[in-house]
């Protein structure tokens, strides 16, 4: 397959399926499914019929976009963003993990080496949090891998971002019908079809890519119904038109019933019902207000072409009643009570998964023990996982694409470790970090409790396993490290009883050198007084 320069060798085009079926393999990726075989003429100037299948995956990302710009939504988008990219001025978003990858160090090298490549090709360490939050918003994120052909094992030249309205990744299912009569499926053709213009109903032709020439990251929730790929945010459709309504309509009521209104009954005399009823309106046109509240803009204006929301009431009175009266009506009372937003605003990031807590920007952050831990935190913490894994399919599949380019492994070879490497996003989730430190602490004092039973009911191993939670491997690694930690003190501590030896011996030397010099001292003292005695006194 030629990719504009480059080319991963394929044994054909199309994918054979090993055993013949008459069940499709599971679509998992949002792709498009045709039925009929295309004979497509050259490498452009593909025409696929998709029956309006791509208006409705098109309406979807521009909902998503939408309803992604609205004050609560976004802050909800923005603490899941930054929960799963976070920034170090140290060291960048993200590093591959290679400790299960059966392959040479030179290789894992080299392999380290084309994901930082790949980084800096996206812009990462600078757009990370941009492009994470396009593919948590749009559903699906398309790459696609330029290359200079002249200085194509150079690797790829350029990853250009593809708006997922523009492009699609379509299989087309081959069928051939058995002796029997069953149509079975033969070879799946899988590629992209691209269109500047856009992917809609009116238009449906597009230029075919390959397979390999795009980067296709989508998030894996798809509507199993429709097949088509859908946004993390699609449950936050109906919450978020729900909770703009009801603040809409708040406004509106508090701006209507705040004022305190009043009622004019106006006395017409005897005049006519005509008559009486333009003598009403010309009054009424003279003294009425017409301030009207536009939902679009959040301003009230002066508006005549408009019901005012804000009208007194004028009221026609006949002679014999009573003359001309002015009524106040008072205005609306709890204006204050906001409950509905609140229950809206909480549904909405239900919707999303994120924490109640983080909505009270009035609630400050607590670090305490497992007891003040939120167990939507908890929750929240295996959601960023889930979303970081499957945002990382980016990454293998531009790997892939580069390390093949470079002639450092095969595409065989590359699907055969794929499914080992991992990526290690930083952490920044405090409340993750108190569970495992609250764990850690229990399992401890379970084993401090468990101590006076060892060796008579529970074993070593059984407590490293079943309390400790440890691993063969674990295990193992903690007993070279602990014997190489013993033969480490063991010398330190005979180092230091020979330097304590040693200490002592001068010590003991020194304070006999200083007990001689004292004796010595002694006897001259001695010797010069017996001296001093055998002299005569002077004058005798």
Not at 211 to 233: A, E
Request: charged share 30%.
């Amino acid at each position: 397959m030629q990719l504009f320069g480059f080319e991963i060798k394929r044994t054909k085009d199309e994918q054979v399926l090993p055993i013949p079926s008459v069940v499709p393999p599971t679509n998992q990726d949002g792709s498009t499914v045709v039925n009929s075989g295309v004979n497509a003429g050259g490498y452009y100037g593909m025409v696929v019929d998709l029956d309006a299948s791509l208006k409705n995956e098109n309406d979807l990302i521009r909902r998503y976009r939408e309803i992604s710009q609205y004050t609560d939504c976004d802050a909800a988008i923005e603490d899941i963003v930054n929960e799963a990219l976070i920034s170090d001025e140290s060291k960048q978003p993200i590093e591959i993990i290679l400790d299960d990858v059966n392959v040479s160090s030179g290789i894992k090298n080299k392999i380290s080496n084309e994901f930082s490549e790949v980084l800096r090709l996206l812009k990462f360490n600078d757009r990370g949090h941009e492009i994470f939050r396009q593919w948590y918003i749009d559903g699906r994120l398309y790459y696609q891998i330029l290359f200079d052909e002249a200085n194509v094992k150079a690797g790829i030249a350029e990853l250009r971002f593809i708006d997922p309205r523009k492009i699609r990744r379509i299989k087309n299912v081959k069928k051939e019908k058995t002796p029997q009569g069953v149509e079975i499926i033969k070879t799946i053709q899988e590629f992209y079809l691209y269109n500047d213009k856009g992917m809609s109903e009116q238009s449906t032709q597009g230029v075919q890519l390959p397979i390999d020439s795009v980067v296709h990251c989508p998030s894996g929730v798809m509507d199993m119904n429709s097949g088509m790929m859908l946004s993390h945010l699609h449950k936050a459709i109906k919450p978020t038109n729900q909770l703009k309504m009801i603040e809409d309509s708040l406004v509106i009521y508090r701006i209507s019933r705040a004022p305190e209104r009043r009622i004019f009954y106006v006395d017409v005399g005897n005049l006519p019902k005509l008559k009486a009823e333009q003598y009403v309106n010309d009054i009424m046109n003279k003294f009425r207000n017409k301030i009207v509240y536009d939902a679009t803009t959040g301003e009230t204006r002066d508006d005549r072409r408009h019901l005012s929301m804000m009208e007194d009431f004028w009221m026609p009175r006949r002679e014999g009643g009573k003359g001309t009266e002015i009524t106040t009506l008072p205005g609306g009372q709890n204006l204050g009570d906001i409950e509905d937003i609140q229950y809206f605003q909480n549904k909405l990031f239900h919707a999303l998964n994120v924490p109640i807590g983080r909505l009270q920007e009035q609630a400050g952050f607590s670090i305490g023990r497992s007891v003040e831990i939120n167990r939507d935190e908890i929750k929240f913490h295996k959601f960023v996982g889930r979303l970081r894994k499957r945002f990382s399919n980016i990454f293998t599949d531009a790997l892939r694409v580069q390390l093949v380019a470079k002639n450092i492994m095969r595409a065989e070879e590359w699907d055969d470790i794929s499914q080992d490497i991992r990526y290690d996003f930083i952490e920044d989730n405090h409340y993750a970090e108190l569970k495992d430190n609250e764990v850690l602490m229990a399992r401890i004092a379970t084993v401090q409790q468990l101590e006076p039973y060892l060796g008579k009911f529970f074993s070593v191993d059984w407590v490293k396993r079943n309390v400790l939670q440890q691993s063969q491997e674990e295990i193992e690694e903690m007993q070279a490290q602990m014997d190489t930690e013993e033969e480490y003190h063991m010398d330190m501590a005979s180092r230091e009883g020979e330097l304590q030896g040693v200490m002592q011996t001068a010590a003991n030397n020194y304070q006999a050198n200083n007990d001689q010099q004292y004796l010595d001292q002694q006897a001259a003292q001695e010797a010069q007084m017996k001296q001093a005695a055998k002299q005569p006194a002077k004058g005798k």
